[in-house]
């Protein structure tokens, strides 16, 4: 049974949605899970990735590497990391684009709009009343 009368089900619709996201949209769409300790730590399952995360890809070929993220490439829905790349036939090296749900976020690069996101999205403090606020 459909849940909400203004969200579409269907999936022509759902795909169109998704590929043709613009980048603000699209910045959601790429989130990653945290690892276990920062998960425990914030109380955050997945944030969208950024720049200077450290990641570690857990599937596909290239599973098990670590490295910082150094480009979010919206466009295509991929994140470049360092040290995973290829080399071309002329000699040149080229960074893999690996899917951001395909990797776990082992370090995050901390700034006030990124704590400010993990101090709303902690699920200890979901429904819950603080000191100050009855105060």
Do not use: W
């Amino acid at each position: 049974m459909k849940q909400k009368a203004t969200v579409s089900c269907s999936r022509r619709k759902n795909r169109k949605a998704h590929f043709t996201a613009p980048s603000h949209i699209r910045r959601k769409l790429m989130s990653a899970p945290l690892s276990k300790d920062l998960r425990t730590k914030y109380n955050v399952r997945s944030v969208p990735i950024r720049r200077d995360d450290e990641v570690m890809i857990v599937r596909g070929h290239y599973h098990d590497r670590e490295g910082k993220v150094t480009q979010c490439y919206r466009k295509k829905f991929r994140i470049h990391i360092e040290r995973v790349t290829r080399d071309k036939a002329n000699g040149q090296t080229v960074p893999i684009g690996i899917h951001p749900s395909k990797v776990v976020i082992t370090k995050l690069k901390l700034d006030k709009d990124r704590k400010a996101l993990l101090e709303r999205k902690n699920r200890s403090l979901k429904g819950k009343h603080s000191d100050k606020d009855t105060a």
